[in-house]
């Protein structure tokens, strides 16, 4: 036999040793694999597996979900092991995954329980099981609940929280299962909270944010007259009555556009109602968040009652056909989200915005989607002379007599005679050492807010109650015949 011949017999025996020993350890099992035989009362490499996945932000609702399901009230018996293997966090494995004998993740074997905080409300934390088994004993039913994930979001797209049951008998695994989701659905922990929501890298939602809104007064309010009434009849009044409006097959779902320019309490209307609107889920969409839109739905009908604020609606919803602009695929998926809602769901959409002259009509024009539009204007000479009033409210004017800033504030907004207060006692306090307001105070500050020129004085709102500009029926901006947006045609706020 030749040497070449030699060495491949050797080869070949080698592996052969090798294999018998592989197969040998994987075939011994781990005393948490002896332990889940033993439980489940067969082998669990042949067992059923039932899974359903979740989106990264339903983590919580699954622990609360555990939480009341497991506990001591439930009448189960739970024990919950953790799970040791490699690199969990970067890959999605799945419990058939760990019960395989050969593969990439090993053998199930017993290691501690992971665990991710997750911020709530306030200063609540809620500790989620991110790695772990739930060894189950309900009464003659026997079966493990596991919870895997979600790994690190830069795995792709797809990364979801997996909860998966294994039982000998498959009906005991949906049943659990569904059991789960209706303890989700009862106990979410977003329901009657005002959050924002923010995709994540690859634009995946893995962010609920909680925001504790300032409570504002009726009074801390100034607005043309009536203009807050008719939308706290449409907002609040429209909700109260949601029972009689449902039984007469009226739709609850509406909306609502306020307008105007920066400064002049479109926001601060939006405080003031998520404040009168208790037990309702606010969920404040702007800037990257705006790109959920078209998956808000679910989020919703979980959560109704609920009212979306969309700011600055105009950057998704300019008028289409405008030269040099194409539609907004998020125009289309807020349209879509504004009409496919059932109509017994109480959701109200408030818009926002600084220009209404290039809302989309189809959006802005349309009963259903916007059902009322207020305008917001700069304050009039009785409004500013309110305002002065209302933010010097707590402060020392020592001499100082409001009625004579009326006029040198005529086209500034709310939120610019807010900043001169506050600039006029900053000053106060820097050059005095109290907080003595007089007169070259308030002039100072009017300088100073004014520095800067036009641009500045827009910036802090100043000057801007030219914002809205005409639209003519010809021109470069206007094609001929092109329809005006509707809601420039019912700027006044009597024909709303």
Request: proline share 7%; glycine share 10%.
């Amino acid at each position: 036999m030749t040497d070449d011949a030699l060495r491949n017999e050797f080869a070949r025996d080698f592996k052969r040793l090798i294999d018998a020993m592989n197969a040998g350890t994987f075939a011994e099992q781990t005393p948490l694999m002896k332990r889940l035989e033993a439980h489940l009362g067969g082998n669990p490499s042949t067992m059923p597996i039932v899974a359903e996945e979740f989106e990264a932000y339903e983590h919580p609702n699954v622990q609360v979900a555990l939480d009341a399901l497991f506990g001591p009230k439930s009448g189960r018996t739970v024990d919950l092991v953790g799970i040791a293997m490699q690199n969990k966090r970067w890959g999605q494995m799945t419990f058939s995954d760990l019960l395989a004998s050969t593969g990439p993740w090993g053998r199930l074997a017993e290691g501690p329980v992971d665990y991710t905080n997750f911020e709530l409300e306030g200063d609540r934390v809620i500790a989620c099981v991110q790695f772990g088994l739930f060894i189950v004993s309900d009464g003659a039913k026997r079966y493990g609940v596991y919870v895997g994930g979600p790994p690190n979001p830069q795995m792709g797209p797809r990364v979801r929280l997996r909860v998966e049951v294994i039982a000998g008998d498959r009906d005991v695994a949906v049943a659990f299962l569904r059991e789960m989701k209706a303890a989700m659905a009862e106990r979410n922990v977003y329901r009657g909270q005002v959050i924002s929501v923010a995709p994540e890298q690859f634009g995946v939602l893995s962010l609920v944010k909680f925001h504790k809104l300032p409570k504002i007064a009726r009074d801390d309010i100034v607005l043309p007259e009536g203009a807050l009434e008719r939308v706290d009849r449409h907002a609040i009044a429209f909700s109260e009555h949601a029972s009689a409006l449902t039984k007469a097959g009226r739709s609850l779902h509406r909306g609502v556009l306020m307008y105007g320019p920066p400064g002049t309490g479109k926001t601060l209307t939006v405080m003031y109602l998520a404040g009168r609107m208790t037990g309702r889920t606010v969920i404040l969409m702007s800037g990257p968040s705006m790109g959920w839109i078209g998956r808000i739905g679910q989020f919703v009908r979980d959560l109704a009652p609920a009212t979306i604020v969309v700011e600055d609606v105009d950057m998704i919803a300019q008028e289409r056909g405008l030269p040099g602009q194409q539609a907004h695929p998020l125009l289309f998926e807020l349209m879509n989200q504004m009409d496919g809602l059932a109509e017994d769901i109480d959701v109200l959409f408030i818009l926002t915005t600084n220009r209404p002259d290039i809302l989309e009509p189809a959006l802005a024009a349309r009963p259903g989607r916007v059902d009322l539009a207020v305008e917001l204007p700069v304050p009039d000479a009785s409004g500013r002379a309110r305002l002065l009033k209302l933010y010097a409210r707590g402060l020392d004017l020592d001499g100082v007599r409001l009625e004579n800033y009326v006029e040198p504030t005529e086209g500034a907004s709310p939120a610019y005679i807010k900043e001169l207060l506050r600039r006029a006692a900053l000053i106060a306090t820097i050059e005095t050492g109290g907080a003595k307001i007089r007169d070259a105070h308030m002039r100072q500050a009017m300088e100073e807010l004014s520095a800067g020129g036009e641009l500045a004085k827009r910036i802090v709102g100043f000057g801007t109650s030219a914002y809205l500009p005409p639209a003519p029926s010809v021109g470069p901006m206007r094609p001929a015949g092109y329809p005006v947006s509707a809601v420039t045609i019912t700027r006044d706020a009597k024909k709303t």
